[in-house]
C-alpha cells in the first residue's frame, strides 16, 4: 500500500469517524461518502486538522441503487481502499411489528452495501488491485429471537463478502470481513453491554487499518467474540431454540 | 440508565447517559430536558452528574482548525489528544491539569489550573472564545468581552452546553521539562522556597501530612520547558512516545491509607526524593501527569472510592492555615496518601477556584472517619477565608460553599438567566448553585 485514497461509506456513524481516523493517520487521502454531505464538514476539517489529511466529501445514499454506478464513476479517483461502514439496526420489536420496517433494515444492512461493493469490486477487478473492507457483524454469525432480522441481513453481507473474496483473491483484490461484536456508538446506545465484550471504535478503526494492511481476511473485534460465536454456533437447535440470548 | 461517578468513584449515582455527535444532538438534548455536560469524567466528585439526563459530549471531538499555535475544537477533545497532535509540531497546552485525559469543555468548566498558576494563571489564558448553548438551544460565542463568559470559565457546565472553543497553545522547543528538585524538611521552609522561586515556569510541592517523623517534609519541584540546547547530542527534540498504561487491577487494604504503612509510605517517598535532589531533565509525560501512567488510578481505593479535598488560602493567613490543616490531618491519623501544595497567582474571573496564596490538595478513602475530618479541614479553611475547589468536591455541604459570596451571586445569575432548572447537577442541587 502506498498511501492510496480510503474510501469510507456511510461516514457519518461513530465507527467511521473512528475508521477515518486510522487510515488518515496512516497517511491516506480520505473520501468521506454518507447522505447529505454537508454534516461530514467537521469530520473532513477534524481529519485535516490532526493529520493534514486530503479529504474530499461526496454525496451517497446507499438505498438510491441507481445512483451508485455513478457515484462510483465520478468519484476523484478509484479508491485504494474502500470500506464500508453503512448500516442501520432498527429495533426487533419494529421489524417484527411492520414488515417495511424489517425491509429497511435488510435492505440497509445487506442489498445497499451489496450494490455499491457491486460497481466498486468490478472497478478494482479491471483495474487489478484494491481492498474492500465490509462491515458486517457478529449477529450475522447465528439468527437470535432478539435481533433476527439485522442478523439475517448481516448474515447475508457476510456470505456476500466470502463470495467477493473468493471471486477476487485471483484479481489481485482483497477483501476483510470485518465482524465487530458490540462497539461503543449511537447504534448501541440504552442496550447494556457488557464492559469485556464491548469494544471502542477506535480499536475497531485500527483493527481495520491492520487488517488492510496484514491481508487479514476475517476479523472480529474484539477478539473475545470469535470464541464466543464459535459457542454459539454450535449449539445444537433444539438446545438453542430455547435459549434467551 | 448507567451507574456513574466521577473520578473519585465517590458517590455513585445511577443517570440516563445521552452521547452528543453533533451540535444537533446537544440541541435536541437541551430542548428534551434539564442536564449537565460530561466530559471524560474526571472531576472527582459528583459535578458531571445529572441523575435524568447527563449528556456525555466525548462524542465531539472533532478539531476544527489549527493555524500558528491557535486551535479550534470541539469541546469533547482530550488535552491528551491536542498533545499526542501538536506536540510532535512543537506545541503544548499552555495550562494542563495533572491528567491529560481531561476534556477541553470539562477544562474550560472547571478552569482548571496547573503547576504554571502563579505565573499564567487558569486555563482562561488561553480561551480566545467559547461557543455556548444556552436553554433555549441558540449558540452564542463568548469572548472576554462577555460576562456570561466569566461566568462559564469555573462554572462547571452550569451555564449552558460548552460546544467548542478556540484556544492558544504554547511553542516548545522539546518535549522534556528540566526540573529542579529541593528536599525539605518543614512547612515553613516550603513556603519560603515557593516565594524565592516565584518566577519558575512550574513548580508544585508533594508534602508528608501525617504524623509520622517526617511530617511537613516536603519535595519542591521547579520546572521549565528544556530547550534544544538542554537535550544531549541525538535526543529527538520533539518525538512523542506512545505510553502503554499499568493497570491497576485491585485496591489496596484499607489499612494501607491509616498509621504506620501511611507514615512508612510518606517517608519512603521523602527520603527517594532527597536523595535525587538537584536537576534533571524529565520527559513532558513523567513531569506533568504521573499518575495517568496507571491506568485506573482511582480503583486504588478499593470499591468505595477517595474523596478529594483542595481547598486555597490568601496568602496573609495561608502559613498559620496550613500548619492548622496539616496538624488535624496528622492527628486524625488517616492522613492523605498525596498532599500536594502550590502557590497560586492572581485571581480571575467571576467564580474560579484559584485566588492568590495557597492551595492544599489531599486524597483520602471515602470512609466515614475521612468525612469526619473533612468537616473539621472545612472549618479550618473557612476560619482562614478560605475557599475550594468544586471540580474536586463531592460532599460540601451548601453552607460551606455559600461561605464564599461568589457562590451566592453565581446561584442569583443563574436564576436571573432562566438557567437554574436547565442546567443542574447531583453538586449544584447539593450546593444550591
Given at each position: 500500500m502506498s498511501g492510496g485514497p480510503v474510501l469510507i461509506l456511510g461516514a457519518a456513524s461513530g465507527m467511521a469517524r473512528a475508521v477515518a481516523r486510522s487510515f488518515a493517520e496512516a497517511g491516506h487521502p480520505i473520501q468521506l461518502a454518507a447522505r447529505n454531505k454537508a454534516r461530514?464538514?467537521?469530520?473532513?476539517?477534524?481529519?485535516?486538522?490532526?493529520?493534514?489529511?486530503?479529504?474530499?466529501?461526496?454525496?451517497?445514499?446507499?438505498?438510491?441503487?441507481?445512483?451508485?454506478?455513478?457515484?462510483?464513476?465520478?468519484?476523484?479517483?478509484?479508491?485504494e481502499v474502500a470500506v464500508c461502514a453503512v448500516g442501520a439496526m432498527g429495533t426487533q420489536d419494529g421489524s417484527e411489528a411492520d414488515p417495511l420496517a424489517a425491509t429497511h433494515v435488510m435492505r440497509s444492512n445487506f442489498e445497499g452495501p451489496a450494490s455499491v461493493l457491486a460497481h466498486l469490486a468490478n472497478a478494482m477487478e479491471t483495474r487489478g488491485s484494491g481492498t474492500l473492507v465490509g462491515i458486517s457483524s457478529v449477529a450475522g454469525d447465528r439468527g437470535r429471537a432478539t435481533n433476527y432480522v439485522y442478523g439475517a441481513a448481516k448474515a447475508g453481507f457476510t456470505a456476500y463478502l466470502s463470495g467477493l473474496r473468493n471471486r477476487l483473491t485471483k484479481k489481485g483484490v482483497h477483501v476483510v470481513t470485518v465482524l465487530p461484536g458490540f462497539v461503543n456508538t449511537a447504534m448501541t446506545e440504552g442496550l447494556d453491554t457488557p464492559g469485556p465484550l464491548t469494544a471502542e471504535p477506535e480499536e475497531v478503526g485500527k483493527a481495520i487499518l491492520n487488517a488492510v494492511e496484514k491481508k487479514k481476511n476475517i476479523i472480529y473485534t474484539r477478539s473475545i467474540w470469535r470464541v464466543v460465536m464459535a459457542v454459539i454456533r454450535n449449539i445444537p437447535e433444539p438446545i438453542f431454540k430455547k435459549l434467551s440470548i | 440508565m448507567s451507574m456513574l461517578s466521577g473520578w473519585g468513584r465517590f458517590p455513585k449515582v445511577e443517570c440516563h447517559v445521552v452521547t452528543a455527535r453533533s451540535e444537533a444532538d446537544v440541541r435536541a438534548a437541551v430542548l428534551a430536558s434539564p442536564l449537565i455536560a460530561r466530559g471524560n469524567g474526571r472531576a472527582y466528585g459528583d459535578a458531571a452528574m445529572n441523575r435524568g439526563?447527563?449528556?456525555?459530549?466525548?462524542?465531539?471531538?472533532?478539531?476544527?482548525?489549527?493555524?500558528?499555535?491557535?486551535?479550534?475544537a470541539e469541546a469533547g477533545v482530550l488535552l491528551g489528544d491536542i498533545i499526542h497532535t501538536f506536540l510532535p509540531r512543537g506545541w503544548f497546552p499552555m495550562v494542563t491539569p495533572g491528567t491529560k485525559y481531561v476534556s477541553l469543555g470539562g477544562a474550560i468548566a472547571a478552569d482548571v489550573h496547573g503547576k504554571n498558576h502563579h505565573i499564567d494563571g487558569s486555563f482562561r489564558a488561553c480561551v480566545d472564545w467559547i461557543d455556548l448553548m444556552g436553554p433555549d438551544g441558540t449558540v452564542t460565542r463568548?469572548?472576554?468581552?462577555?460576562?456570561l463568559f466569566h461566568w462559564t470559565l469555573g462554572g462547571m457546565g452550569l451555564t449552558g452546553v460548552i460546544l467548542r472553543a478556540q484556544i492558544r497553545l504554547r511553542a516548545v522547543e522539546t518535549t522534556f521539562i528540566r526540573q529542579e528538585t529541593r528536599a525539605l524538611t518543614s512547612l515553613s521552609e516550603t513556603l519560603t522556597a515557593f516565594e524565592s522561586t516565584l518566577d519558575a515556569p512550574y513548580s508544585v510541592a508533594w508534602i508528608d501530612c501525617s504524623d509520622g517523623p517526617h511530617h511537613g517534609h516536603s519535595l519542591l519541584l521547579l520546572g521549565q520547558h528544556a530547550t534544544k540546547a538542554d537535550l544531549s547530542a541525538g535526543t529527538p527534540p520533539l518525538k512523542v512516545r506512545?505510553?502503554?498504561?499499568?493497570?491497576?487491577?485491585?485496591?489496596?487494604?484499607?489499612?494501607?491509607f491509616r498509621g504506620v504503612w501511611l507514615r512508612g509510605i510518606n517517608g519512603v517517598y521523602w527520603l527517594r526524593g532527597a536523595k535525587r535532589a538537584g536537576t534533571r531533565l524529565v520527559d513532558w509525560d513523567s513531569y506533568f501527569y504521573p499518575l495517568d501512567a496507571l491506568n485506573n488510578w482511582n480503583r486504588a481505593y478499593g470499591r468505595r472510592g477517595f474523596i478529594q479535598f483542595q481547598c486555597a488560602l490568601p496568602l496573609n493567613?495561608?502559613?498559620?492555615?496550613?500548619?492548622?490543616?496539616m496538624q488535624a490531618i496528622a492527628a486524625s491519623g488517616s492522613g492523605s496518601t498525596l498532599s500536594v501544595i502550590k502557590r497560586f497567582g492572581p485571581q480571575s474571573g467571576h467564580f474560579s477556584f484559584p485566588m492568590p496564596g495557597y492551595t492544599l490538595a489531599l486524597d483520602f478513602p471515602a470512609t466515614e472517619r475521612s468525612l469526619a475530618l473533612m468537616e473539621q479541614l472545612d472549618a479550618i479553611t473557612l476560619a482562614h477565608q478560605g475557599r475550594f475547589y468544586l471540580a474536586k468536591d463531592a460532599?460540601?455541604?451548601e453552607a460551606v460553599a455559600k461561605a464564599d459570596p461568589r457562590a451566592v451571586a453565581f446561584a442569583a445569575m443563574r436564576a436571573q438567566a432562566g438557567l437554574t432548572d436547565r442546567f443542574t447537577s447531583v453538586q449544584s442541587e447539593r450546593l444550591g448553585l
Open positions: 461530514l464538514e467537521d469530520d473532513a476539517a477534524d481529519l485535516r486538522t490532526r493529520y493534514g489529511a486530503e479529504v474530499t466529501l461526496h454525496e451517497f445514499d446507499a438505498l438510491a441503487l441507481d445512483s451508485h454506478g455513478d457515484f462510483v464513476a465520478t468519484l476523484p479517483a478509484l479508491p | 439526563l447527563t449528556l456525555d459530549m466525548t462524542g465531539m471531538d472533532r478539531m476544527l482548525s489549527f493555524d500558528d499555535g491557535v486551535l479550534v463568548l469572548g472576554a468581552q462577555d460576562d506512545h505510553k502503554g498504561k499499568l493497570p491497576v487491577p485491585f485496591g489496596a487494604p484499607p489499612f494501607v493567613t495561608a502559613t498559620a492555615g496550613l500548619a492548622e490543616l460532599r460540601m455541604p
